[in-house]
């Protein structure tokens, strides 16, 4: 499957100069990691978002906003934005802020 990758390149200019961030092709599209935990990345048309258990039904709540299932089954913790939920760069910009966020709380990743 093909990812959007103007949406792509708009994540990538927004972490620009952030060298913890990197990105790495993942389920049909492009993830992005920061300090190895994965917290958005583009799968189709749509934003994934890594917004964590505790902001996963508020962040449902939202428009243009539904549950990460591409397996069948959704995964708690990650959502999906459509096209319509990222087309400013305001509203990008609070997804990426949020998932962000999410993820430095996380424990480090054990090293491989």
Not at 35 to 61: D, I, N, Q
Not at 66 to 83: E, I, N
């Amino acid at each position: 499957m093909a990812y959007d990758e103007r949406l792509a390149q708009r994540i990538r200019a927004a972490f620009q100069g952030k060298p913890q961030i990197t990105e790495r092709k993942m389920f049909g599209g492009i993830a992005f990691l920061s300090k190895g935990h994965m917290f958005v990345g583009v799968t189709g048309s749509s934003l994934m978002a890594r917004v964590g258990r505790e902001l996963y039904a508020e962040s449902l709540r939202r428009q243009h906003v539904r549950p990460m299932d591409f397996t069948g089954k959704p995964m708690r913790g990650y959502v999906f934005v459509a096209p319509e939920g990222t087309k400013s760069a305001a509203q990008l910009r609070f997804w990426l802020d949020l998932c962000e966020r999410h993820v430095a709380s996380l424990p480090p990743k054990a090293a491989p």
